[in-house]
């Protein structure tokens, strides 16, 4: 299985402050595709997960600018530029570029 | 607006089996994987396994043993059985959707269903 894991666990920001997550993966997302399979998901509180990012760092439709990610083959990063009160949450990232799927253990986002 | 909805028994004791149905409700059956997930209270993500509307299945080695997972495409439905449970098997048992554009991912979640696993 691939292990995906996400530093830090926990994260407290003050609001208008930027935030970012890490990702690393014990092998390379990078599909025979040319493309690399990293997602990233918010759960809010209560609530299933959403999806934020596709493919290390495309933005799924709704998602504020201010979600970025970044990164390639075991390294990736999920920025928030300007964390705002509903960013609140646990982010996870993913992979698919093998099974099974495997998720990261969460990064639980707070607001200072 | 495509919706699941699930439901299943939410308190089992150890050794029994563990039942979950989730309906496709307004939406296409075929052309997609329909996944189980489950969330342990308070902890992260375990993808369970998937079936498609063909009835071709994928399972997670870490609990292949002691799953299965049905379809039943006149009703739109798709099933989740995990034998044996036991309190590690305590959680929130999410069906998923997998498919979408611009790129296959988990796009449509049912709202969980608590599973607790006690004697």
């Known amino acids: 299985d691939i292990v995906m894991t996400q530093t830090p666990l926990s994260l407290s920001v003050t609001p208008g402050q930027p935030a970012s997550i890490s990702c690393k993966s014990s092998?390379?997302?990078?599909?025979?595709?040319?493309?690399?399979?990293l997602f990233w998901y918010l759960q809010k509180p209560g609530q299933p997960p959403q999806p934020l990012i596709y493919?290390?760092?495309k933005q799924f439709s709704g998602v504020p600018d201010r979600f970025s990610g970044s990164g390639s083959g075991t390294d990736f990063t999920l920025k928030i530029s300007r964390v705002e009160a509903e960013d609140v949450g646990v982010y996870y990232c993913?992979?698919?570029?093998?099974?099974?799927?495997?998720f990261g253990q969460g990064t639980k986002l707070e607001i200072k | 607006q495509v919706q699941l909805q699930q439901w299943g028994a939410g308190l089992l004791k150890p050794s029994e089996t563990l039942s979950l149905t989730c309906a496709v409700y307004?939406?296409?059956?075929?052309?997609?994987?329909w996944s189980w997930i489950r969330q342990p209270p308070g902890k992260g993500l375990e993808w369970i396994g998937e079936?498609?509307?063909?009835?071709?299945?994928n399972y997670n080695p870490s609990l292949k043993s002691r799953v299965t997972i049905s379809i039943d495409t006149s009703k739109n439905q798709f099933s989740l059985k995990l034998s044996s449970v036991s309190a590690a098997d305590t959680a929130v048992y999410y069906c998923?959707?997998?498919?979408?554009?611009?790129?296959?991912?988990?796009?449509?979640w049912g709202r969980g269903t608590l599973v607790t696993v006690s004697s």
């Open positions: 998923v959707r997998y498919g979408g554009l611009p790129v296959w991912y988990f796009d449509l």
């Open positions: 307004s939406g296409s059956f075929s052309g997609y994987y």
């Open positions: 079936i498609n509307h063909s009835g071709s299945t």
């Open positions: 092998q390379s997302l990078l599909q025979s595709d040319g493309e690399t399979y």
């Open positions: 493919k290390v760092s």
């Open positions: 993913m992979q698919s570029v093998q099974l099974p799927y495997t």
